[in-house]
């Protein structure tokens, strides 16, 4: 199924260029206030709040908790998704939004060039086009990104709750177009058959007469003091772990095989992140027993698989990493993390969600100059992406300890 347009759609340019648009305000609301307001189901399954696990700070000896997020579902009528952010506005001028986007702080940010101003806490001034797609048929809301990485925690792990939903067996379920024909293989092993892909476009708004909203299992939300909290929900993670694992044909739980192979994913030449030493962390996964492998060219299956039965996954700092999601419950996890990048969701919340033993190898980002010298220089503009060194003396000690 597919909503696009004949000439592949149009970009919001196009329609806020244009005066076949209404610009009026928008009060701000939940989706649960807003569902109890308009007689529309919703349940809040668990207020959240239970603690997942301490992490260390930045500075030493300092911690903070990772706790459960709200974990919610309901049904809004007659309303219009804004495209990639997943805000929704209904005709009662309701604003929906909070544990809808993976990160609650970026209102502005989120409504792109939607928004005319923020008037206050609790209402937007919005500029809406009139004419655009509808969805007739009621739906399942998941959205979805190019990014593997954010696609596995932002789109696929929506499921979780999306299968709760009454009826959920026999809906469609909406998902942007345009994502990479292997990331639609993840949802059907998901249990989401092909048939049931709604495929709408990214760039435009949509109306919906009938839509299922899910919160986000892994989402950055905020503390009481505004300070930016990962939220992680290990019943989610768990639930995409095994249906995953099912539909590819694996066993759910700890492997029972005896001969399980060491992986290390390796990072090669790509645009940025870089590893500049990985022939040199490849020598040292091979003198732990490792196999360097990549996921280029494999199917959803076909990658399942291949790490279905690992006893030790070393990763890089990437997208592809997120396959650790479905490795055994018992598979050793080293991740390489470069100074610049946080990252609080993937394989350290697939790990602390699943129980899988995890080591973080802490790695130097490399200055332009040595990345140059190195005969790689730097692609990306943004600091997060910077090339960096892999410590092989911290990886080793990390692969001695978790592989006795």
């Known amino acids: ?39 529309e189901p919703y349940a809040l399954l668990e207020a959240g709040g239970e603690l997942v696990r301490r992490y260390p700070g930045a500075q030493a000896g300092e911690f903070f908790d990772i706790k459960t997020p709200p974990v919610f579902v309901g049904r809004l009528r007659d309303t219009v998704v ?53 969805v007739e048929q009621e739906c399942i809301f998941l959205g979805g990104r190019a990014n593997f990485g954010h696609f596995i925690f932002e789109s696929l792990a929506r499921w979780a709750l999306g299968a709760r939903i009454p009826g959920s067996g026999s809906l469609p379920v909406a998902i942007y177009d345009g994502m990479p024909e292997r990331f639609h293989e993840f949802l059907e092993l998901a249990g989401i058959p092909r048939a049931r892909h709604l495929r709408i476009d990214m760039n435009l708004p949509t109306r919906f007469k009938r839509v299922w909203r899910v919160s986000s299992p892994l989402y950055m939300g905020t503390t009481p003091t505004g300070a930016h909290a990962p939220l992680w929900w290990p019943k989610g993670v768990g639930f995409i772990h095994s249906q995953v694992r099912s539909g590819a044909g694996l066993p759910d739980g700890p492997s029972s095989l005896s001969e399980r192979p060491i992986l290390y994913v390796a990072r090669g ?92 190898i802490h790695c130097r ?25 892999v410590d092989c003396q911290a990886l080793g000690a990390a692969l001695k300890s978790l592989l006795p």
């Open 82 to 134: 804004l495209p990639v952010s997943t805000f929704n506005c209904t005709p009662d001028h309701a604003l929906i939004y909070a544990g809808l986007t993976h990160r609650d702080y970026a209102l502005a940010s989120d409504l792109g060039p939607f928004l005319v101003q923020i008037l206050s806490q609790s209402l937007c001034q919005l500029r809406i086009p009139n004419e655009m797609p509808v």
């Open 269 to 360: 030449p790509q645009k940025w992140r870089r590893i500049l030493n990985e022939a040199e962390v490849i020598e040292c996964v091979k003198k732990y027993g490792g196999t360097p492998i990549t996921l280029d060219g494999l199917s959803a299956q076909e990658q399942v698989r291949l790490v279905g039965n690992a006893r030790a996954m070393i990763l890089h700092s990437g997208a592809a990493n997120a396959i650790s999601l479905f490795a055994p419950q018992d598979c050793a996890i080293v991740e390489f993390q470069p100074t610049s990048v946080s990252a609080f969701f993937g394989p350290v919340a697939y790990a602390s969600c699943l129980g899988q033993p995890y080591r973080r």
């Open 365 to 389: 980002v490399a200055t332009a100059e040595e990345a140059l010298a190195a005969g790689f220089p730097m692609n990306s503009e943004y600091g997060f992406d910077a090339d960096y060194w």
């Open 1 to 39: 199924m597919s909503l696009l347009q004949p000439n592949g759609g149009f970009l919001w340019e196009r329609f806020l260029s244009t005066p076949n648009e209404t610009e009026r305000a928008y009060k701000v609301q939940t989706l649960g206030e807003w569902c109890a307001a308009n007689n």
